[in-house]
């Protein structure tokens, strides 16, 4: 079954601000780095429930990306009726958890391929 990814506004403000921090325009692996986020994002159109729980909430799921120190956290929820997944949160690992006002109830937003 495939499952429409969709980005919140919130989660978008998230991977603007991250191109930005890792500063992707001026170096060619950060782009990359980039782009490979993108696509594991993409990703979760099919199997969804691959990913655990995030210990916030039983209700969201979050997809690791990258090797430590530099893990982010993709937070999502899976919307088993709509068939969709909503990408609420893209938070560096190593920061503290999430709280339900800070998941994104933003209105959702299809993430673009290019």
Same mark, same amino acid.
């Given at each position: 079954m495939v499952y429409l990814v969709n980005i919140t506004?919130?989660?978008?403000?998230?991977?603007a601000s991250l191109y930005e921090e890792i500063h992707a325009a001026d170096s060619e692996a950060a782009l /990359?780095?980039?782009?490979? %986020?993108?696509?594991a994002m993409l990703?979760?159109?099919?199997?969804p429930d691959r990913c655990s729980a995030?210990?916030?909430?039983?209700?969201?799921r979050h997809?690791?990306?990258g090797r430590k120190p530099h893990v982010y956290r993709v937070i999502y929820r899976v919307l088993y009726a709509? /068939?969709?997944?909503?990408? %609420?949160?893209?938070?560096?690992?190593a920061r503290r958890g999430i709280t339900a006002s800070k998941a994104?109830?933003?209105k959702p937003k299809s993430i673009p391929l290019e």
């Amino acid at each position: 079954m495939v499952y429409l990814v969709n980005i919140t506004a919130r989660a978008e403000r998230d991977f603007a601000s991250l191109y930005e921090e890792i500063h992707a325009a001026d170096s060619e692996a950060a782009l /990359k780095w980039y782009r490979g %986020l993108k696509k594991a994002m993409l990703t979760l159109e099919k199997m969804p429930d691959r990913c655990s729980a995030t210990p916030e909430s039983p209700q969201f799921r979050h997809l690791l990306y990258g090797r430590k120190p530099h893990v982010y956290r993709v937070i999502y929820r899976v919307l088993y009726a709509e /068939k969709r997944v909503d990408v %609420l949160h893209i938070r560096h690992g190593a920061r503290r958890g999430i709280t339900a006002s800070k998941a994104g109830h933003d209105k959702p937003k299809s993430i673009p391929l290019e």
